[in-house]
């Protein structure tokens, strides 16, 4: 079994569909190890996609993930990054697949309602960032 990090973005969150994402998740076999809600303060944020610092969307990244609170999750699949990546679709929902969680509820390249681990090693980064051993069940 392996884990992956998931956020239901605040656009999601602004528009009430974090249950329904929840939902989905669940129902393609992606089990809940891990599960948080919270308002990211800006150095958070900014730490977290600290990979995309260079990027000329970076600071609208930031803005957008602290405008409203996040739900965050540890899922838990085999091959759960690739499965999840599946189920979320394209980051540019224009490009999303029917059925994924983008193509169905993004707004854009920036308010694309959740965000996924790229790789296992970075899902084990992500995973550490925001909870502790104790925290995943
Ligand atoms: P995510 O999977 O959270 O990882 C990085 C995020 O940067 C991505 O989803 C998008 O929300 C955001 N992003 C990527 N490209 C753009 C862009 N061109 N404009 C605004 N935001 C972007």
Known sequence: M????????PDATRRALTGEILALIESQGLKIKALKWLHLSRKEAQDFYIVHKERPFYSELVEMMISHPVTIAVLEAPGAVEKYRNLMGATNPAQATAGTIRAKYAISMGENSVHGSDSLENAQKEISYFFSQREIF
């Open 2 to 9: 392996k884990h992956t990090l998931c956020i239901i973005k």
